[in-house]
C-alpha cells in the first residue's frame, strides 16, 4: 500500500488538500449529490438513465487515473502526476463508491421501467453479463483490500495478484462498453474507446520504461 506524504504546512494549494480519505470521501459525496441534482431536475426513468451515463463516465476517469498511475508518472513526472500516483488508492476506492452510485442508478431504471430495462437486457448478449459480474467482484474484493487493516492480513504476492488481475479485467469492462456502443454511436463514444485503449498503452509504455531504467534509478 501507497504511503501518504503529509502536506507541507505552508502549501495552501487544493492539491494538498484533497489527499487520502478526504480526497475519496470529496469525491464520492460529489458525484452523489451532483448526479442525483441531475436525475431529479431531468425526472423519471430519463433522470435514472442520466445518472448511469453521468456515473459511467466518473467511474471511468477516476479508475483510469488509478489505473495508469505509476506509468504516467515514469513518464512524465510532475507535480500532478505525483499527486496521483500518491492518491492512487484513494482514487480507486473512490472509483468503487462511483460505481456504488451508478448501481443505485440502475436500480432505480429498473423500478421506474422494468420493461424498458428487460428490453436492454434482451439486447445484451450474455457474455456481457457474465464479464460485468466477475469485473464487481473484483471492485468488491479491491475494496475491502484497500484498506490497511485488511492488507496487512494478506501476503504482498496475493494482494498485488488480487488487485493486478482485477485492474486488467475492469479495463476490459470498460473496453467492451465503450467499443459496442462505439459501433453505434462512434463519433461520440469513438473517443471514449481510445481513451479508454490509450490507459492500456501508457501503463504497457511505464512498465518498459521501468524496465529499461538503470539499476536503483
Known amino acids: 500500500m501507497s504511503i501518504i506524504d503529509a502536506p507541507n504546512r505552508t502549501d495552501r494549494s487544493l492539491s494538498a488538500q484533497l489527499t487520502g480519505w478526504r480526497l475519496t470521501w470529496t469525491l464520492v459525496i460529489a458525484i452523489a449529490i451532483g448526479t442525483t441534482a441531475v436525475a431529479v431536475t431531468v425526472g423519471g426513468v430519463a433522470g435514472a438513465n442520466e445518472g448511469i451515463r453521468i456515473t459511467a ?6 479508475f483510469l487515473l488509478a489505473f495508469t498511475a505509476s506509468a504516467t508518472y515514469r513518464l512524465w513526472p510532475n507535480d500532478f502526476t ?27 431504471s429498473v423500478v421506474l421501467s422494468s420493461a424498458r430495462f428487460k428490453a436492454g437486457v434482451e439486447r445484451t448478449p450474455g457474455g456481457v453479463y457474465v464479464l460485468d459480474t466477475i469485473a464487481y467482484g473484483f471492485l468488491i474484493a479491491m475494496t475491502i483490500t484497500s484498506f490497511d487493516r485488511i492488507a496487512k492480513r ?19 469492462t470498460f473496453f467492451v462498453a465503450y467499443w459496442r456502443r462505439g459501433i453505434t454511436y462512434p463519433l461520440f463514444y469513438g473517443p471514449f474507446l481510445l481513451v479508454v485503449l490509450a490507459a492500456l498503452v501508457i501503463r504497457a509504455a511505464g512498465k518498459v520504461k521501468r524496465k529499461n531504467a538503470p539499476a536503483g534509478a
Open 57 to 62: 463516465r466518473t467511474s471511468a476517469v477516476l
Open 82 to 108: 505525483t499527486w496521483v500516483r500518491r492518491n492512487r488508492r484513494y482514487l480507486g476506492v473512490a472509483f468503487a463508491g462511483s460505481h456504488l452510485v451508478h448501481a443505485g442508478f440502475i436500480i432505480a
Open 154 to 172: 494478506m501476503q504482498y504476492a496475493s494482494w498485488r495478484r488480487l488487485h493486478l488481475t482485477g485492474s486488467y479485467v475492469i479495463w476490459l
